[in-house]
Nanobody, 127 residues
């Protein structure tokens, strides 16, 4: 099992950048595909970005493509999400999630694909 814990959220002005981090416990982090999702008030949780166990494969939501970079450090059991050119509509609670995949290169983009979830970190984009 892994237990994701997000950090790095906060208030940022439109056009600004933010880096979210997700630390996980567990000794087999490298066997997990990781993802970031977000949920705005009154809306369903939606996919943001995902990365395969090795970091070789990534996927991004079309609405944010070009403004995101997901990365992972398997030696530190961490995954990060760098967000740029943030917009007010990016305001949401951002969640880190994990699913055990062994050494599969697949990235997963659906909420129901993931088993382990963090508590979320609030990102507010406002002037």
């Amino acid at each position: 099992q892994v237990h994701p814990v997000e950090s790095g959220g906060g208030l940022v002005q439109p056009g600004g950048s933010l880096r979210l981090s997700c630390a996980t416990s567990g000794r087999t982090f490298s066997g997990y595909s990781m993802g970031w999702f977000r949920q705005a008030p009154g809306k369903e949780r939606e996919f943001v970005a995902a990365i395969s166990w090795s970091g070789a494969n990534t996927a991004y939501a079309d609405s944010m493509k070009g403004r995101l970079t997901i990365s992972r450090d398997n030696t530190r059991n961490m995954v990060s999400l760098q967000m740029a050119s943030l917009k007010p509509e990016d305001t949401a609670v951002y969640y880190c999630a994990a699913v055990s995949t062994g050494q599969s290169a697949t990235v997963y983009i659906h909420v129901n694909d993931y088993v382990y979830w963090g508590q979320g970190t609030q990102v507010t984009v406002s002037s």
